[in-house]
């Protein structure tokens, strides 16, 4: 019995951790190519997962309407780096973090403006009885884990052997020199941002079926995600992935065991402080080594 | 003989500074053009206006016939320029073959590419040794052949090339400057090179200019500006 309890608890913690991990890549990736956090990124998947739920009461099927949130996501994001990120390239630090947290509240009070406060209920694309799952995991649990791996196989796909990808990652790195080779680094960012905001779509649409959809339904799942980048270092997307899975799991055993389910919260920010304090740059931290 | 290049009245800013006072300058197809100066003439700064990088501009950049100094950096890279930096704009935490193909990165002849990449290893063993170390670690001389593989990875028509020999111990600097010997006869590409290590430059070199404080004061063939007195007083050291 206590077993049963600690192995559901793990594997609700690898679930949960799942988009986590999604939400924490999708940080890193802007983070790489700004060197800022964009602390929007769990509000503007709250306002995804909004438009997904129109979408699905509009009469769509369920993965077209998830497809669709996908796309208008990815193009939101990308707008948004062009029209109000791109200005500020040169503005001081203090200023663009003042920025993203107006955007947090515009994408905040829109979703309540557009859509209304009261809670919803959203699907899961995995159903209740589907052959998957079993007693110790629901459906949309092993359904979680599985496309929050698609995601990252596909990224993974996507900046190693593309070379679009590549020319992604020069330009995060190295804008100078990327342009002298004609690489349009302007429009490498807008690509940045829009595959983070579809990513945060898709962590969305995989949260909002557990939490429910509320504009208030991805505060505490960026507090994670943060936590999960910032273990694994800010700026290394496999980090980002561990440590979005380890704060997952953490978070549902600690919840269980030791704090309970009300200071859960708290587990995710005393994570964050310990991070910073004993080891900045995370636990797989890149030293990006230059001999001089 | 035609006119690849040809730079009139350049001037260049870097904000309210004008540090590039009207350059008059061509490089011909096919040639290797030494431009030579003392520290801060403007020599770097030169091959950055061409390029409008980091730099404002002013005057007329025309390339294979066409004005550039409208078109921004990645045009100007995309028109056939490719440039060699000071600094050599290392792509730092990827790997040696992944800064060579970042230099293909527009083209999509898959094959020739990967012909041109064996080709770039045979000008720079070395490189070929360490292509799938993080190009970071490589040592100055080789991220040096890296910078100009790099660049001829993107089959330009001109190449630009920022001081080669900083920095390096003279066996490397004689070794880099070798393999440009067998890059210019083998490679369709001119050369305009920026050196302080005028001896090497003008040995490469068909003809070069003389930079002092952003203006040409000297321009001639490189055996005119060998035997020229104040040359070989000031540059070469005799
Ligand atoms: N980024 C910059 N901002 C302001 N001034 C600059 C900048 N870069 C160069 N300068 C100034 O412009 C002038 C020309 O510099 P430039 O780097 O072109 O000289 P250089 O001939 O390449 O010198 P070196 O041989 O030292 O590389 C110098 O007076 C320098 O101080
Ligand atoms: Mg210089």
Redesign the interface.
Known sequence: MMMETFVQQLMAGLSTGGIYACLALALVMIYQATHHVNFAQGEMAMFSTFIAWALIQAGLPYWVAFGATVVISFGMGAVLEFAVIRPLHKAPELSVVVVFIGLLMVFHSLAGWIFGTQIKEFPSPFPKDAWFGGSMMSPHQVGTIFVAMCIVALLFTFFRFT?LG??M??AA??P??????????GRMLMLGWGLAGAIGAVAGMMVAPVVFLDPGMMTGVLIYAFAGALIGGIDNPVGAILGGFLVGVLENLIGTYIVGTELKLSVALVLIIVVLVVRPAGLLG?H????V | MTRLLEVQGLKAWYGSTEVLHGIDLNVEEGQVTALLGANGAGKTTTLRSI?K??VRIGGSVTFRGERIDNYS???I??AGVG?V?DGR??????SAE?NL???A??RRDRSAVLEDLERMYSYFPRLKERRAQ?A?????GEQQMLAIA??LM?RPSLLLLDEPSFGLAPLVVRDIFDIMRRVRSEERVSILIVEQNARAALELADTAYLLETGRIVKHGTSADMRNDDAVRRAYLGE
């Open positions: 070379t590549l020319t990652r020069a790195q190295n100078g020199s990327s342009r002298l080779l004609g690489i349009r680094v890149r990006i080594v230059q001999r | 390029c990088h980091l950096t990645e045009q890279a995309m440039h930096p704009g290392t792509f730092l935490g990827l992944e193909r970042l230099g990165h527009a993080q970071g670690t490589l040592s100055g790099r660049a993107g």
